[in-house]
């Protein structure tokens, strides 16, 4: 091939690949594991070339149906890209835009440091923290890219770029929250943090009786908050419905994830308050160093979650402000139906996550592409099911049920908004990127300016 005399000698070429969710495989002709920015960009003008479309994937879990639609494309796993380097003075690190969130977190603690991450290890770092990048640290930290210093960009056009606050500052803007649509970011320099406390305690909590346990649940966690802010120390509450034959065949079992950032007599109050519920089980019960959190939640790279295929993973997220308890019932009585009349369902998932929010909320909303700062909650309904065309359209019939229960529970006069990294994409563009017109207008300006071919369009485009 013409491309491969350009690529320096650790780079790879592929033509098969495997995605986490079959339901988002498009049709990829050529897989190239660059091993330099440099090979990125001649990547990218190769295509151009070709005249092919290309898609960089970092972790491979993004669930957008958008994916599906790129043809006899090349993909550009930036699995290469995978250094970590501590600048001198502590205060940043250099993440190559191939890095997992396991390996950044662990090769910051090898330090003492940590910075805002996902939750999931195997996935990309680089890839959540252009959207957002939810996870435990928010309290302390904000998003992930809340803590982006600046940026290493391939353009469209094969063009390498700098981007920060003093170097094309409003690419600097878009890429942090919408940045698919801009550029490969090869690499990036983050904030960095010495950990504000040595230990995680982490409690899993099992409620399969949902006639009886599912109102106080939520009731208790919406509690968590009624006079104020979710505490910072307190990274996640995460709760998930699905099916657990060790319970129930036909009804799913409610699971609370109890993540505290403290001691175990620091976090006692919060598990005493969930333990009072009667859980059927509580299954973990631990303090675990930082690098040990997503091993106990079943959340590393060597957990169920991140098993590539066969099935299709789906995504339909909505932003909340509070729960309705009542919406809540409403929408576990609807995966309870599905799961029983529809079996190639059986795996599907209800997830209901609460995050301390205070590092995320002192950012100017304006200061980033980033639009739901105002919102509270994150809930998503997750179908798992053998892909086919008949099977993918109950999925999106399912979960649209779903977002209608939870968006008619929500706060009235709340505009739909969805996670951009969640997202299935039928959402809308401002739904994704924000109702204020001047969001979406600038956006698209920037579409414009550095990318007019729209070559940056197989997730969730804002065009």
Known sequence: MLLMPRQCRRSNLYFQTNRWSDFSEGDIAIAIEPATTQDVAATVRFANWCGMPFLAVNGGHGTSSALKTIQHGVSISLKKLNNVQIADDGNSALIGGGVSTHDVLNTLAASGKVTATTNGGCTGHMGPAMGGGFGRYMGYFGLTLDNIIDMTVVLANGRVTHVSRTSNPDLYWGMRGAGQNFGIVTEANFKIYDFPKPLWFYAEFDFPDADTQLEPLFTAINNVTANGPQPKELGSLYVFANKNPAYSKTDPTMTLQLSYFGTTSEAQPYFDMFNNLHPAAVRKYE?????????????????GICEKGPNSWRLFPLGLKKYNVTANRQSYDLLKKVINEHPEFGGSILQFENYALEGMKVVDPASTAYPHRDDDILVSFAPIYPSSPASDALALDFASQARNIWHNGDLPGRKRT??????????????LYGYEPWRVEKLRGLKRKYDPGNGFRFFNPVI
């Open 418 to 431: 969805a996670y951009l990294n969640y997202a299935n994409g039928d959402e809308g563009v401002e739904a």
């Open 287 to 303: 303090s675990v160093p930082p690098t040990g959190i997503m091993p106990a939640a079943s959340q590393d790279i060597d957990s």
